[in-house]
């Protein structure tokens, strides 16, 4: 029998699959447009100071580096929430294993009673 993980990981395998499948057709669908319009668009006057500006490759470069960067940030973030977290996680996990993976409603205490 697939454990929760197994059912999780073949999800975002199929998630992942229909992305790549979306984005081909763009690319596809882009390039088409791109070569039927290429003749189209004027030739441009150089704009001032163009030469201080990054091109779009490096745009977009740098955006997924950025990315990259806080993504790391984050995963950091969340370790150490979880290490910070561990006295009560411990005990949770703990909980979950010995039921078999059901976890059991804790009973009401005085103070959730009277919220």
Same mark, same amino acid.
């Given at each position: 029998?697939?454990?929760?993980?197994?059912?999780?990981?073949?999800?975002?395998?199929?998630?992942?699959?229909?992305?790549?499948?979306?984005?081909?057709?763009i690319?596809?669908?882009?390039?088409t447009?791109?070569? #039927?319009?290429k003749? /189209?668009?004027?030739?441009? !006057?150089? *704009?001032?100071? &163009? %030469?201080?500006?990054?091109?779009?490759?490096?745009?977009?470069?740098?955006?997924?580096?950025?990315?990259?960067?806080?993504?790391?940030?984050?995963?950091?973030? #969340?370790?150490?929430? /979880?290490?910070?977290?561990? !006295?009560? *996680?411990?005990? &949770? %996990?703990?909980?979950?294993?010995?039921?078999?993976?059901?976890?059991?409603?804790?009973?009401?205490?005085?103070?959730?009673?009277?919220?």
């Amino acid at each position: 029998m697939a454990t929760a993980t197994d059912m999780i990981t073949g999800l975002e395998d199929q998630v992942l699959e229909t992305v790549k499948q979306g984005q081909e057709a763009i690319v596809k669908a882009v390039r088409t447009w791109a070569d #039927a319009s290429k003749n /189209l668009i004027p030739d441009l !006057p150089p *704009l001032p100071f &163009a %030469d201080q500006l990054p091109n779009t490759t490096e745009i977009i470069e740098n955006a997924f580096a950025f990315a990259d960067k806080l993504l790391a940030s984050q995963r950091e973030f #969340a370790a150490a929430i /979880l290490d910070a977290a561990k !006295p009560v *996680l411990g005990a &949770a %996990d703990k909980a979950v294993k010995s039921n078999g993976g059901v976890a059991k409603p804790a009973p009401a205490s005085k103070t959730s009673a009277a919220a």
